[in-house]
């Protein structure tokens, strides 16, 4: 990418932040410490109560004061997304959204709804009225393998059309087909970022702008300058930094997310690996090979 081209919003790295547990409660010191660790390595921006964060584990309480603590920590160094799942029943979700206090908060990021398998008219309709409601910005979040309906690539080039709410798509299908057909047809509005760290650099690589990240909770430095490098054109400078974080990635999956990362986390000497039922912790065989993966990783140091 040229250097004088200018970015969209919410390009490069953003990570989706880990809420760290201890003794099942929000260990805040850990978050507060992961936050300025982020940052420290220059992440672009940071997600809050998105999948990662274990947003749909935590009360509604909880996720309020994990969001103003987020906020408060940030202290307007880098902007903050909101992770607003709220409810598979779109009018509950909207009305939700209308009276929820942003302040502080630069976009939202929603998913669609899951269980039901709307079709895709369903889903237009229910992120149309989500855009109506919203005082901020939208990321939409395509995950089919959480929701169990894809936001076809139709679909979302459709919503940012009707919409310059819709500032950004996370695409976690794992479809590089799809997510080749909205960089080729998108509006210039439109940020495109990857949804799977294993896909980030063919995504860019495709045309997109960055990623909302797992791995850069514990690897931000090294996965933030892959994507720094990818987006200037250095691809062989960023095919090697993923080629080493290449055999980490599986592990931090193989038990589901946020499993695999909490447990990375802990290794780096950042937090527990505590998660919340119906999550257990990541098994020991897996932890120990996780722990060898990373280990592999150069220059990689425990905190």
Not at 171 to 180: I, N, P, R, Y
Request: proline residues 6%; charged residues 20%; contains cysteine.
């Amino acid at each position: 990418m040229s250097k004088n081209k200018k970015l969209r919003p919410f390009s490069g790295t953003g990570v989706a932040l880990i809420t760290p547990f201890r003794n099942y409660a929000i260990d805040y010191p850990a978050l507060g410490e992961i936050i300025n660790f982020v940052i420290d390595s220059s992440v672009d921006y940071v997600v809050s109560l998105g999948t990662t964060g274990e947003a749909i584990t935590l009360s509604s309480l909880e996720c309020r004061q994990i969001l103003d603590f987020t906020i408060e920590q940030v202290d307007g160094r880098v902007p903050v997304v909101a992770g607003y799942f709220g409810s598979n029943y779109t009018e509950k979700l909207v009305n939700s959204v209308r009276e929820y206090n942003f302040d502080g908060v630069d976009a939202i990021m929603s998913s669609s709804p899951a269980y039901s398998k709307p079709p895709q008219e369903g889903i237009y309709r229910h992120y149309m009225q989500l855009a109506e409601a919203s005082s901020r910005p939208i990321i939409i979040y395509n995950v089919p393998g959480r929701t169990a309906s894809n936001v076809t690539a139709n679909t979302i080039l459709r919503l940012a059309r009707a919409s310059e709410q819709f500032v950004a798509v996370k695409e976690a299908s794992g479809d590089l087909v799809q997510a080749t057909k909205i960089l080729k047809e998108r509006p210039d509005h439109l940020t495109v970022l990857s949804g799977e760290d294993p896909l980030t650099l063919p995504m860019i690589g495709a045309g997109a702008d960055g990623v909302i990240s797992v791995i850069a909770n514990v690897f931000p430095a090294h996965f933030s300058e892959m994507v720094r490098a990818a987006l200037a054109g250095d691809f062989a400078r960023a095919r090697q930094l993923n080629f080493d974080l290449l055999d980490v990635h599986p592990w931090l999956y193989i038990e589901n997310n946020p499993v695999g990362i909490k447990a990375a986390m802990e290794i780096a000497g950042l937090c527990s690996k505590e998660v919340r039922i119906p999550l257990v912790s990541l098994s020991d065989p897996n932890y120990l090979q996780l722990k060898a993966a990373m280990d592999r990783v150069p220059e990689f140091r425990k905190a």
